[in-house]
């Protein structure tokens, strides 16, 4: 390539990257929120949390139907109209006058996410040369990571000084300055392939894939049924303010981009080690939570650590599925955002029953019990797989997923 073309393929992918940034920070920006959105709508703290369930749950179908339905089209043209999504979902939101209405505002966001992800995290190879594939996808895994270190803080930050509202407007007009930086940079991208559902079906008779599958959408249930409500147990368990719960969410979220470079060490020795210590430590940290409510520098540690491990999770699980998709990557990411929008829409909607049942300590138990499983099961069905990570030069990249804190 010349260095024009070059050149003009980094700044097509930083405005994928934008992109990824973007829709993340939407999608997880009411966890934040969920205590003003609640008393404002005039609904309970578990109701409030379905908005979480919805977009999941849309995203989770989005992706496949989306994958099929478009995999003939050029990606540029679906890449632009997932991100008009985008800006249209968080500009309902912010204007949505019922909890009705801005549950349609999340399915919307949902088609986005979900479109997204199975489309536009494979896309730096049609981008840039083949020796900077990986390093191009990095850039957009980077995006990810960000928009969750700043979702949560942001969301608290601004409740605490002005309406929830105005989360969704800065989270529109972010998107509207993705989608002119795409529409400026991104080039023709004509499909490469022709997709059918038996294609997405298929990967599910491969062994490594169903593994990764599973371990995937244990630890998604087990994350998120504990981290949608991080914010109403600092507030209601550890008694704290707005202000405090901002730093704490920021710092999980820094704690977080520190472990998944760390794991980037430590998952080329071993993924099935990393994965499984991570998912222990994680629960560790989740059923600790309700007994340190007392003390809010033992919080802040666990924090710390559930974090950190958290940030390490995600990158493994793709690492795991970027060598368990011989159908092509787009056949192999569908599925695997699928999996992982249902799974954070059950740990979300089981979270919220373990809350509105039981309560909020019950609810960090359950998580933890949730990835302990997870890791006896990954254990179990993946100690014969290969636990390296695959080389610069194999052809699929390990890709990013909507995911917080990696």
Known sequence: MTTTSTRRG??????????????????????GLLPSIARDLHVDIGTAGLMVVFTGLTGAVAAPVVTVATSRLDRRTVLLAL????????????????????????????????????????IAGRLVEPSAVIRATSFITAGVSVATVVSLPLGAFVSSLASWRLAFVIGGALGLVALVLQIAMLPSIPSSQRVRFATLA????????????????????????????????????????????????????IAGIAGNFVAGFTLSRNVIGTIGVAK?????????L????????????LLVVWGFVWG???????????????????????????????AIAAGSVLGGAAVTSF????????????????????????????????????PTAPTPVPMPAD
């Open 10 to 31: 980094w700044l097509s992918v930083l405005s994928v990257a934008l992109g990824s940034f973007v829709l993340v920070l939407s999608e997880f920006l009411p966890i």
């Open 83 to 122: 991100t008009v999504l985008l800006v249209v979902a968080d500009a309902l939101a912010a204007v949505a006058p019922t909890f009705g209405v801005l549950l349609v505002a999340r399915m919307l966001l949902g088609v986005g996410i979900g479109g997204f992800w199975a489309i536009g995290a494979g």
């Open 202 to 253: 298929g990967l599910l008779r491969v062994q490594r894939a169903r593994v990764g599958l599973i371990a995937a959408a244990f630890l998604f249930v087990a994350q998120f049924a504990a981290y949608t409500y991080v914010a109403p147990y600092l507030e209601e368990l550890v008694r704290v303010g707005p202000d405090t719960v901002t730093l704490a969410l920021l710092v999980f979220g």
């Open 280 to 288: 222990v430590v994680l629960a560790a940290a989740v059923v600790l």
């Open 290 to 301: 309700p007994f340190a409510a007392h003390s809010v520098v033992g919080v802040f540690a």
């Open 312 to 342: 390490a999770l995600p990158l493994g699980t793709q690492t795991w599925m970027s060598t368990a998709s011989p159908a092509g990557a787009e056949s192999g990411l569908a599925l695997f955002v699928t999996t992982i929008q249902l």
């Open 359 to 394: 309560g909020l300590s019950a609810d960090f138990w359950f998580s933890g019990a949730v990835a302990v499983v997870g890791a006896v099961v990954l254990l179990t069905l993946g100690l014969r797989r290969s636990s390296a990570i695959p080389q610069a030069g194999t």
